[in-house]
């Protein structure tokens, strides 16, 4: 291992946000990007909300709709670290592509409303981070608000997420009194209105955070802070990385404050770029040899261009331009002459990627979501996974001559992870599926965009949908054989099982108990 690649690799961390709709999220990336000198200048923050706004015009949808399908990645440095936040789209409807985002990653921040708690979808969200164990760094946002007791945040996390908490800081007032943080460990104090100066006090009942509360909260802030600093959790890093417990920071991402700590608490907690797992082994991220993962594809990024680009997570080594990948899928060759980086308002060429890195490849639909490059050995990462959609519906063709190039377009929309397709084993046409109903939409308004084919949605008998396998291969065909009208075959040839609905789910699971029943499946 040389030198230069491994320090390169030891300093990246990759990372996403995960959030309730309104949580912050948008706020703080903003604040992060600010950190990291991405944006310098406030009036660039407002050029880059206009070019946002030009930048995702290229779909009806989303104008209507309010809300962003494009989903992407920053990189940034700070400090002597280099960060890469994948964004994840804020609306539900998309939210198998926040799934497959959360495999890229190797860490998370979850963003909590300290009004609200815990919400839905951050719930959801939690999860995909726990199959992995992702390490997760929380902050308590909106501490300028109304909000709710610490305490009892703190123990929603720990209940609801079986997640340990250790509170790093703790909120001197809140709502209109909330006027900085007091840090557990060291007992230092910054105040909100000056967050670059860090003031060693002695201890919670010091005059110095009394000053900054006004009178009939100071007792309580004694009580509550002593509380924590004896009662809590202290930090504990390996259960931190192994995903077991969370470190907390409380903060206002619309006041700025707050945010320095996660920027922090990622560059000295949170690990580098993790080892992978392959087919063949398990990749470190400081091997020489290059390899890669596509986690996510998007089109038409540049109306202009009407570009697909593929996101790939670099695993190891260093992609360099112009390099000869080998496609695991295909065992092709591929060029990579133009890989790119993506700023906060820019893309560049990517030179040199390392492990850890976000690059995007421009293709033309070479390139698929889960798809492994090399740089030449023979190796596939496990990973991608694939969630069972939650509404199937066959898709209706207003004419019927072209049926063949719908073949191929829904080929192509499910390579790209848009929809996901199944071709029932009866031969009656194809179903698609979906997480969230919104990407119907799309997956319409871009058939005909793209490929001139008017389409309806029709329901089908079918609302579940689960990958089927068994230790017992018979077992297996005479599933498939005696259910062949409830059976279809996922892009890659897996069969699936259909049902009506999750009662007849699980009565088939109770007849059928050498059969595994899946809601996830990985790519490959
Ligand atoms: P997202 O949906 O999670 O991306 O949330 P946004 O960042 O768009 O924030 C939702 C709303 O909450 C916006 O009106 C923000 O201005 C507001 N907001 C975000 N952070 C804070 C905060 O720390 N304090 C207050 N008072 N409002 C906030």
Request: overall charge negative; proline content about 5%; glycine content about 6%.
């Amino acid at each position: 291992m040389s030198e230069p690649l491994a320090a390169e690799v030891a300093r990246r961390r990759t990372f996403a946000i995960i959030s309730h709709p309104d949580a912050g999220k948008t706020t703080l990336t903003e604040k992060l990007l600010l950190f990291g000198g991405a944006i310098q200048l406030a009036g660039e923050v407002k050029a880059k909300k206009d070019r946002m706004n030009t930048r995702s015009d290229w779909m009806k949808i989303e104008r209507e709709r309010g809300i962003s399908v494009v989903t992407s990645v920053m990189t940034f440095e700070y400090g002597d670290h280099v960060f890469n936040l994948l964004d994840t789209p804020g609306h539900e409807d998309f939210a198998d592509d926040t799934y497959r985002t959360l495999t890229a990653v190797d860490a998370a921040i979850m963003v909590i409303d300290a009004a609200k708690g815990i919400e839905p979808r951050t719930l959801k969200l939690f999860e995909v981070c726990r199959l992995r164990d992702i390490p997760i760094v929380t902050f308590i946002n909106k501490m300028d608000r109304e909000s709710r007791d610490p305490f009892e945040i703190l123990d929603e996390v720990e209940q609801k997420l079986a997640l340990d908490t250790a509170p790093m800081t703790w909120p001197i007032g809140r709502g209109k009194s909330f006027s900085g943080t007091y840090h557990l460990s060291d007992n230092t104090i910054r105040r909100s209105d000056a967050e670059e100066q860090t003031t060693s006090v002695n201890g919670p009942e010091s005059d110095a955070v009394a000053g900054l509360l006004p009178e009939n909260e100071r007792k309580a802030f004694i009580e509550e802070c002593s509380l924590a600093m004896e009662a809590c959790r202290p930090f504990d890093s390996q259960a931190f990385l192994e995903g077991h417990l969370t470190p907390v920071y409380f903060g206002s991402a619309l006041r700025n404050f707050g945010v320095r700590d996660l920027i922090n608490a990622l560059g000295r907690y949170a690990p580098p770029p993790r080892d992978q797992i392959a087919d063949t082994r398990k990749v470190a991220a400081t091997d020489e040899k290059m390899s890669a993962f596509v986690f996510k594809i998007q089109a038409n990024m540049d109306p202009n261009h009407r570009d697909r680009i593929a996101f790939v997570r670099v695993c190891s080594g260093k992609l360099q331009r112009g390099m000869k990948a080998r496609l695991a899928r295909t065992g092709k060759p591929m060029s990579l002459s133009a890989p790119q980086f993506f700023f906060a308002h820019q893309r560049q060429l990517a030179d040199t990627a390392y492990a850890g890195d976000v690059v995007g490849i421009p293709n033309h639909g070479t390139l698929r979501i889960g798809d492994t490059l090399t740089d030449g050995e023979h190796l596939v990462f496990k990973g991608v996974p694939n969630f069972a959609p939650e509404i199937l519906r066959r898709v209706r063709l207003e004419d019927a001559m072209k049926a063949k190039k719908m073949k191929e377009a829904l080929a192509q929309m499910a390579e790209e992870g848009v929809v996901q397709l199944f071709q029932p084993e009866d031969g009656s046409p194809p179903l698609v599926g979906v997480v969230g109903a919104l990407q119907l939409d799309v997956l319409k308004a871009r058939l005909e965009a793209e490929y001139g084919l008017p389409v309806s949605f029709e329901l089908a008998r079918f609302n579940v949908c689960r990958w089927i396998s068994s230790a017992d291969k018979a077992e297996l065909e005479r599933f498939v054989t005696v259910k062949r009208g409830d059976i279809a075959r996922d892009l890659d040839g897996d069969p699936v099982f259909l049902a009506s609905d999750g009662f007849s789910l699980n009565y088939e699971a109770e007849r059928w108990k050498a059969i595994k029943f899946d809601a996830i499946k990985e790519y490959q």
